[in-house]
């Protein structure tokens, strides 16, 4: 790959975007090609970095397999990062302006069609979508891979909790990448940033111009939204999210894989988008019809199985509700807190009820305890544990976590966690954690247009705070999912107050100040239960 030209690109509110522009193989003076733009604050000059591990931020996919096919590359520093002058707002309404002057500077040049596209993976995704919202004339596509569109719910405050893990080391990241780089890290007020995260705690205007989401209905240019299960705890909901938004011509694909750093290696691949992004480019910018428009509009790996189903929509048709039941009745499959029981029967008749308290004396990283044999996730947490499935099933689709609770606090923060449990002795089937969910019981209230039979949407714009020693019901939604059971195995609830870094990684929320009791009831008065979208016919 050539060296890059670095270009300036003038943006309406007097900044200037410094961008990396590479030409396509063989391009001479007076070609004409369609042009492919990434944005980030992640630093062109970065670019000299193998993709590697532990530079996460390497998503710009393979730019030589572009130029090669004869598209030029734009790798721009968004306003106030890098290279840029500006003040640096990460996905706010302003920097989608600046990416829509980006986009129509770079189609009015002499070297371009007119044709514009965009790439690129997490922050790079983000980009697309909040330039797509903008609705510059000359983005005819994007393919947003792995990036959330609502910066609330999809990060930051995951069910009403502010992210701590996450952001905090991200930001700090990008901090020190700037000073290393010769850019200080006042520079762009970048510094900012977290404190400006802390201070919205609610899905107030600040999150609202931040957050794409929320214009996408608008969104006239064809978008092709590829997330990845295992990106469960950041991301993926957005790309779901995204796409049942879209009014238009669209397509999601959903990838298995058994980590994070499995899909970004996927991501850099040439036979990667050679298969599923560059035949989405040639229709789009060159007018190849190659019929990547055609059949249906949704394609999503189902884990634990061993092929792809198709739909029309999402949620995928032919599912219906199956409600597992929280039971104090021990299943007999794990030593956690209670080893209490999912039951497809009726609650209990009796009042029943299951308690705990925190901060756990034992917890040694987040809620995993240390012992001399290793890590234990679960011994100081709570889990429901159905029987073992007597034949395949599967769950595609919306589901939702149904829990009547009480507390000797004024609030409560539920985060639960669903896995399989394999037949003993089996051959691992991979990716066992199957669904996430987060929410503050405080703001259990439901935007009533958005909701669904099956898929809470919060409007987390105030706190109701609780009253101690009252039961509450409230609706904890699941991230989309899609998972086979086998016969043998079995489906394992897990909840507590918290996460545990040493399973989430980075991906967890602030535990804050708490110190309490909280109670979960389930009875026939108070169905705490477990509603998953089950298909009608298991696929493979």
Known sequence: MDMPVEVTIPTRYGDEVRADLYLPDGHTAGDKVPV????????????????????PFRETGPTELYLANGYAFVWADVPGSGRSTGTWDPVSTKEGHALYDIIEWVAAQEWSTGNVGMIGESYYCWSQWNAARMRPPSLKCIAAFDGGSDLYRDW????????????????????????????????????????????????????????????????????????????????????????RKLPGRKKLLLLGGNNASEIQKL?????????????????????????????PDVRLWVNRGTSYRSADEWPPAGSSPTAFHLS???????????????????????????????????????????????PDHLARILTFTTPEFDRVREFTGDGHLVLFASTDQTDIDVVVRMAVIGVPGAPSRGFEFIGRGWLRASRRAEDK???????????????????????????????????????????????????????????FQWYGLKVGTDTYHHDAVHASRLVLPEMAEPQG
């Open 156 to 243: 930051l405050y995951k069910g009403g909790m502010p992210d701590f893990g996450f952001i905090s080391s991200w930001t700090a990241a990008l901090l020190l990448q700037h000073q290393v780089e010769g850019h200080p890290i006042t520079g762009g007020d970048r510094h900012l940033h977290l404190s400006h995260v802390y201070e919205h705690p609610f899905d107030d205007e600040w999150h609202r111009d931040r957050s794409p989401f929320w214009d996408l209905d608008q969104v006239t240019a064809p978008v092709l939204s590829v997330g990845a299960w295992v990106k469960g705890s950041l991301h993926m909901r957005g790309n779901v999210e995204g796409f």
């Open 449 to 507: 247009e958005l909701s669904t039979e099956m898929r809470p949407f919060h409007t987390h714009d105030h706190a109701d705070e609780l009253v101690p020693g009252e039961i509450y019901e409230m609706r904890v939604p699941l991230v989309p999912m899609s998972f086979l059971v086998h016969p043998g195995e079995r489906l394992r609830l897990e909840i507590s107050c918290t996460d545990s870094p040493a399973l989430e990684g980075r991906m």
């Open 267 to 295: 991501y850099e691949t040439p036979e990667f988008h050679a298969a599923e992004l560059l035949p989405w480019y040639d229709h789009h910018l060159k007018g190849i019809d190659n019929g990547i428009m055609d059949g």
């Open 328 to 374: 104090a009745e021990p299943s007999g499959a794990v030593a956690s807190l209670n080893d209490g029981s999912l039951t497809e029967g009726e609650p209990s008749a009796e009042p029943s009820a299951t308690s705990f308290s925190y901060p756990d004396p034992k917890w040694s990283v987040g809620t995993t305890m240390m012992t001399p044999h290793g």
């Open 36 to 55: 492919l733009v990434a944005a980030s604050p992640y630093q062109k000059s970065l670019a000299r970095l193998p993709v590697a591990g532990v530079f």
